[in-house]
């Protein structure tokens, strides 16, 4: 077992994600916190060594305001796929803006060489052999670029594999050391294709490795008569994904950040959920001060 | 282990044939893939599958767009996107998942193939997709350091920079991708135009002429296409991989060009970094 390294990593409070070009279609973060100013405290920007950094998230670098970067190109599953022109241009791409870390969906975001119009992000297939894998992925990015990088449990409309995913990702973070970020959209997308309630398996899951939340609305679909949901980033989470959140939120003493995925919206229909998490965001840190406080230790 | 299902299931999502194969007969369709993942890839939900309708149609966008012309000459020829949606049906797709080759490159190689079969008989547009596949492969060419070649020894070992490639088509095959791309262009200011009577339509009256021939020339992330002359186009044509300078110049004399001439050629190319030094 690796010793975790993200105590380290600052507290950057409630964020949104940004993607190339994503500004001009749905919200500036620059423009939402002028006209709503404290919900946001970060950006998280997605993007790939194609698209690189866009205007949006060079002005709100430039600004002096905190970003992570958020990969959408490299396999972490195959770690032949992390090649060193990638470590190269990300770590540069990250750097630039500033970002406190990498992050990340973890499986396969093409097959084949690095290419544009795959089309696809699959899960990891749960299994040990899988989750090794990645964790060798992330131990040789942070060792090229000496950034964290928090993996991501991706969606699906199926998952292969016999391991719950969050036991995959508990193996991932013991192997790598590394911290999580768990997305609660897609975990609610999980546990309704095992049949499960929305929480299950969270009381045997490290939450305490849980640097990073992922909070989006999904689209229930179906698909001839079967029930799936699709990752659609609308403005309102599903109740599961709120379940989820709600229950994490108080136990994750590592939290350092929450991202609201909502970047292709329009700004009021996500200003009353930037205040929701960001009081309950606010919450849990309190609380998570209290209870790491020396008073606390010694009760 | 994990890896050979990943490419099953990327196999499956393109091709609800192999899908349904897998489901027939996991064993025999799947033997590299370990027995309880191939268990589970044949019980898929074909559902599960169809979450994303338009996943080929949006591949086939990216890939028209790096093969214009062929795609464009293609689809007016046979008048149908099933025809170009049978590329996630054909050997070319399922060997680049399985080999992790290039879905791009494996596009060229399907329509090529069509083009060679007769199910593909537009004039000029094998030439075209020549001239297209050419800048895509020096696309995807790893960059690598180079060095100057050492001429004065004939055991001395050259090759093409990363991304050169020589190409040799009919002289009306640029006059041809341009007329596909004016095409393109026109609709694509008003994509709904094309269900018009009176839309733009797609002219290619371009003459075949003589031969021409081209170098893909990468720099800076870009990929040139430079027209040269027939004696330097033999010369790259004589370096398909790396080899000794006697070979080069062996083989060039047995395509017509004096060993001279040649030689006098190779230095050109390596001034220029064309022809480098192979390790």
């Given at each position: 077992m690796t010793a975790p390294?993200?105590?380290?990593?600052?507290?950057?409070?409630v964020g949104i994600s940004a993607e190339p070009g994503s500004a001009r279609e749905g919200i500036d973060a620059l423009a939402f916190d002028e006209a709503?100013?404290?919900?946001?405290?970060?950006v998280e920007y997605g993007s790939d060594l194609d698209r690189g950094l866009d205007d949006h998230v060079r002005r709100w670098a430039a600004a002096g305001r905190a970003t992570t970067y958020h990969f959408l190109?490299?396999?972490?599953?195959?770690?032949?796929?992390?090649d060193a022109r990638w470590l190269e241009r990300t770590a540069e791409a990250a750097r630039a803006i500033g970002a406190a870390w990498l992050c990340g969906d973890a499986?396969?975001?093409?097959?084949?060489p690095r290419d544009r119009g795959h089309q696809l992000l699959l899960p990891p297939v749960l299994t040990r052999d899988s989750a090794y894998a990645t964790a060798e992925s992330i131990a040789r990015i942070e060792a090229a670029t000496g950034l964290q990088v928090l993996p991501e449990n991706p969606p699906g409309s199926f998952y292969l594999g016999d391991l719950h995913i969050l036991d995959y990702f508990a193996l991932v973070s013991e192997r790598a050391g590394c911290g999580l970020l768990l997305d609660c959209a897609h975990l609610a997308m999980f546990q309704r294709l095992r049949g499960l309630?929305?929480?299950?398996g969270l009381d045997g899951?490290?939450?305490?490795?849980?640097v990073e939340l992922h909070v989006a609305g999904g689209d229930e679909v179906d698909v001839d008569g079967l029930a799936l949901v699709e990752d659609?980033?609308?403005p309102e989470p599903l109740a599961d994904t709120w379940a989820i959140v709600e229950r994490v939120l108080p136990r994750?003493?590592?939290?350092?950040a929450l991202v609201y995925?909502?970047?292709?919206?329009?700004p009021d229909e996500v200003v009353g959920n930037f205040r929701r998490l960001g009081a309950a965001f606010a919450a849990a840190s309190s609380a998570s001060s209290a209870s790491s406080s020396p008073a606390a230790e010694e009760a | 282990m994990s890896l050979a299902a990943q490419r099953a299931v990327v196999r499956m999502l393109f091709d609800p044939a192999f899908a349904a194969a897998v489901r027939r007969a996991p064993d025999e369709v799947l033997p590299g893939v370990e027995p309880a993942l191939r268990a589970q890839l044949a019980a898929l939900d074909d559902r599960a599958l169809r979450l994303d309708r338009l996943r080929r149609l949006r591949a086939l966008r990216t890939l028209s767009e790096e093969f214009k012309g062929a795609a464009t000459l293609a689809l007016a020829e046979r008048r149908s996107l099933a025809f170009l949606e049978e590329f996630f049906c054909s050997a070319a797709f399922h060997q680049s998942i399985e080999e992790r080759g290039s879905m791009a490159l494996a596009f060229a190689e399907f329509l090529a193939g069509a083009c060679a079969e007769g199910r593909l008989t537009t004039p000029l547009l094998a030439d075209v997709l020549a001239i297209e596949a050419a800048v895509a492969r020096a696309r995807r060419e790893p960059e690598s350091p180079s060095r100057p070649p050492a001429?004065?020894?004939?055991?001395a070992r050259l090759r093409c920079a990363a991304g050169v490639f020589p190409v040799e088509v009919a002289e009306g095959a640029l006059a041809a991708l341009q007329q596909a791309e004016r095409y393109l262009f026109e609709v694509g200011l008003m994509?709904?135009?094309?269900?018009?009577?009176d839309a733009p339509r797609l002219t290619v009256d371009a003459a075949a002429g003589g031969r021409l021939h081209l170098v893909t020339v990468p720099h800076g992330g870009q990929v040139s296409l430079v027209t040269v002359d027939a004696a330097l186009h033999v010369v790259l044509r004589c370096l398909p991989a790396p080899r000794a300078l006697a070979a080069v110049l062996d083989e060039a004399r047995a395509r017509g060009l004096e060993r001279e001439r040649a030689l006098a050629i190779v230095r050109e190319l390596a001034a220029d970094e064309i022809v480098v030094a192979a390790d």
């Open positions: 390294r993200f105590h380290s990593l600052p507290r950057l409070g709503h100013p404290g919900l946001v405290a970060f190109d490299v396999n972490l599953e195959e770690p032949e796929d992390v499986g396969l975001w093409h097959f084949g309630a929305p929480t299950a899951f490290p939450l305490d490795r849980v659609s980033h609308r994750a003493s590592s939290l350092r995925e909502c970047e292709r919206n329009r | 001429l004065d020894d004939p055991r994509p709904a135009v094309a269900l018009c009577d």
